[in-house]
């Protein structure tokens, strides 16, 4: 019996039992296994993004220029962060960026260069910058790379995601934001959040290296903005007429779909840490 077979908790179970220790091998090993892993997740996400943009009639994204775009950002954010080069090399994104206007200029069978030009920039920054920021969130604190940061707020993601599903599938009834996502209820949410919480607390236990009132904040960050993460990806799936990005991952879809809460959540997260 094949995995597709399966009622989609189980295939959520077993994709977790094998994705989350290689995930966790990878952020723990060295900073490099970090970047590799992220880079190709990041790469993954973005591609799908344009997939999905590009199964609409007239809609032509530079894919694989934007990805490329992608990629480099998220190099050189490594290696600054990292504190192999210098913040000067930021701007080799200015001319790779405008290149983008310069490419579709030459692309006379599109209808819509423009848009199809904003859709290749969205690209970058719906997907690609918010995992470049991962990289800034494992070394801001003491400027040399902090697995800890990256495990729990991933392990905060997973509490959340973990709690909204048994909760919103045992007791939800009223309606979250039926118009985006009919399936996400009030219930879901709380459940999100008492179950982030209780994570928090947890790793507060194990990673000292931030207070336990930051993990909190952090765990409220990632069930709010990550929620609206989710719901943003519903409200642009629903508008192609499409329910997962892709099937890469049992139970779960594609990347887009498993980590969209993670990309409007680490914006908020860096920012409130730089803030406070």
Not at 4 to 13: A, G, H, P
Request: charge should be neutral.
């Amino acid at each position: 019996m094949g995995l597709s077979n399966l009622s989609n908790l189980w295939q959520r179970v077993i994709a977790a039992v094998i994705a989350v220790p290689f995930l966790l091998f990878c952020i723990n090993f060295n900073d490099y296994t970090f970047l590799a892993l992220f880079l190709l997740i990041g790469a993954l996400a973005q591609l799908e993004f344009y997939k999905l943009v590009g199964s609409l009639e007239g809609n032509l994204p530079l894919t694989f220029y934007g990805t490329f775009c992608g990629v480099i950002l998220h190099l050189l954010t490594f290696f600054i962060e990292k504190g192999m080069i210098g913040y000067h090399n930021y701007y080799i994104l200015s001319p790779l960026l405008t290149l983008i206007f310069f490419i579709k200029l030459y692309k006379s069978e599109d209808g819509k260069p423009f848009q199809n030009i904003a859709f290749t920039f969205l690209g970058i920054i719906y997907v690609a910058l918010p995992f470049a920021l991962l990289t800034v969130l494992a070394f801001m604190r003491s400027g040399s790379y902090d697995a800890n940061i990256i495990m729990g707020c991933l392990f905060l993601l997973w509490a959340s995601d973990s709690g909204a599903y048994f909760a919103g599938t045992y007791f939800g009834k009223t309606k979250l934001f039926e118009r985006v996502s009919p399936k996400k209820s009030w219930e879901g949410l709380m459940g999100g959040l008492l179950s982030a919480m209780i994570a928090a607390y947890v790793i507060s236990r194990y990673f000292t290296n931030y207070e336990v009132w930051e993990w909190f904040a952090i765990g409220g960050i990632i069930v709010v903005a990550g929620t609206y993460g989710d719901l943003v990806e519903s409200l642009f799936k629903r508008s192609i007429n499409i329910k997962d990005s892709a099937n890469t991952i049992p139970g779960h879809g594609g990347f887009l779909d498993r980590f969209d809460g993670l990309l409007l959540s680490i914006p908020f997260i860096i920012t409130f840490l730089k803030l406070f």
